[in-house]
């Protein structure tokens, strides 16, 4: 049962990571637009 939430944890950190990425990758694209 451990294994499985160490699992859940390391899930929940890649979908952050993510979204981090995807954020940052937005971002960048709006400062391109707007500038």
Known sequence: MAGWVEREEKWKDREEIKEVILY??????LDNLSS
């Open 24 to 29: 940052r990758y937005l971002g960048i694209h």
